[in-house]
Every structure is written in C-alpha cells, then in structure tokens.
T-cell receptor, first 123, second 115 residues
Framework: EAGVTQFPSHSVIEKGQTVTLRCDPISGHDNLYWYRRVMGKEIKFLLHFVKESKQDESGMPNNRFLAERTGGTYSTLKVQPAELEDSGVYFC?????????????????????FGPGTRLTVL | AQTVTQSQPEMSVQEAETVTLSCTYDTSESDYYLFWYKQPPSRQMILVIRQEAYKQQNATENRFSVNFQKAAKSFSLKISDSQLGDAAMYFCAYDYGGATNKLIFGTGTLLAVQP
C-alpha cells in the first residue's frame, strides 16, 4: 500500500510568487493534516480536513495560505503571495476514519501517517 | 496552552550503547497521548512509540522504551543497543485527544550514531 506522498519535494521561489503544494493521502483515509516546520523550530499544525471539509484551520498563519481538498482525496496548499517567513518544510499526514470516543469522553488513538514533506525556500 | 519541550537539540551515541532523549510537556488535561516520531534524513517521519496517559505502564517497542512520569510531565525515550540506522531527527509529540487529533510537537533532537 502506498504511503502519503507529497509533491514537489523541493520548491524554490521568489518572494511574491505563488506556490502550490500537493498531498496525496493513503487511500481511504478520511483525515488529512498539514503541518509546517520552520528551520530549527517545532513542527506546527496548520489545518485538518475530514474528507473535503475543514475541521480545524486554527493553525493557518494568515490569508495568504489556502488549502483545499476537493472530492476528499488529495489536498493542495497554496501560498500566494509567498513571503520569506514562509520558508520551511511542509508536512502532510493522513489517518483513517472518524475518531471514536472512549467511555472517558476522550477520543481513541488514531495514528497519523506522514509524507516526506515539501521543502519550500522563498528567496 | 499545551506545549512540548525538547531541550537537547543534538545528541550522540556510540553504536551498541544506550541513549536517552528528553521531552517535557505542559498540559492541564489528564487523559492524552504522547508520541516519539523518528525522521531519518530525507525520509518520512514514522511513529516509534506511543504512550497513553491513563496507562501507568511505560510503553516499549523492541529496543525503544519510554520513561513516562505523568506528575512531572516528562516523557523520555530510551534507545538501547543503538544502531547506525537509528540516526535521525526525533520529535516528541502530544495529542490531547480532542476531536481534531492534531499533534503538538517539540523542536526535535538530532541523534548521531557513531560507529
């Protein structure tokens, strides 16, 4: 079974340009996540799709970032216009179906599988 | 707000020796998950081990084990009999178990394994 794939692996663009990153989750995974790691810092959550709907986009930095997941399959993350601080590695992850809740009220574990990331450099 | 701290940016270990990577976290929740992820150079991140906070027993996966100290909010990873293939960036992560399942990561520890 193919894992999570991301394209491109590297992208170098100039400030002000537009870049679109793509993520193909594991087939059948309803949940898709985007994360970003800026050089030397922690990996930060950007947003979460359940199928084609945005479940949580609290981590999106600003309105220059637009994520879509048409048809609930692959997702794209567009940065327009790109700024220097957008440089970093963008990770995509996917997990299976809707999270189930334990008797305690907390959700059951639902492993996220990560792609190799896209390294974005904005000059 | 939940945070995860990894205070060791880099570590080094001799092949066949044991190394411990540190992780502390801050949360007001009582039921959550903790993870260690490994990212080899130019490869994707994989889950090494997970711990469920309501379980007192420390998780183990072959040569990997954790020391989970809930009261101290500490979650260290011990790698025994280190191998060259263990060289990677290791990330500690937290999931409070909410509906969105988002992970909160530390800054990572780069582990070098010396032959």
């Amino acid at each position: 079974e193919a894992g999570v794939t991301q394209f491109p692996s590297h992208s170098v663009i100039e400030k002000g340009q537009t870049v679109t990153l793509r993520c193909d989750p594991i087939s059948g995974h309803d949940n898709l996540y985007w994360y970003r790691r800026v050089m030397g810092k922690e990996i930060k959550f950007l947003l979460h799709f359940v199928k084609e709907s945005k479940q949580d986009e609290s981590g999106m930095p600003n309105n220059r970032f637009l994520a879509e997941r048409t048809g609930g399959t692959y997702s794209t993350l567009k940065v327009q216009p790109a700024e220097l601080e957008d440089s970093g590695v963008y990770f995509c992850a996917s997990s299976q179906d809707t999270r189930k809740v334990r008797p305690s009220g907390r959700a059951r574990y639902n492993e996220q599988f990560f792609g190799p990331g896209t390294r974005l450099t904005v000059l | 707000a939940q945070t995860v701290t990894q205070s060791q940016p880099e570590m080094s270990v001799q092949e066949a020796e044991t190394v411990t990577l540190s992780c502390t976290y801050d949360t007001s929740e009582s039921d959550y998950y903790l993870f260690w992820y490994k990212q080899p150079p130019s490869r994707q991140m994989i889950l090494v081990i997970r711990q469920e906070a309501y379980k007192q027993q420390n998780a183990t996966e072959n040569r990997f084990s954790v020391n989970f100290q809930k009261a101290a909010k500490s979650f260290s990873l011990k790698i025994s009999d280190s191998q060259l293939g263990d060289a990677a960036m290791y990330f500690c992560a937290y999931d409070y178990g909410g509906a969105t399942n988002k992970l909160i990561f530390g800054t990572g520890t780069l582990l070098a394994v010396q032959p």
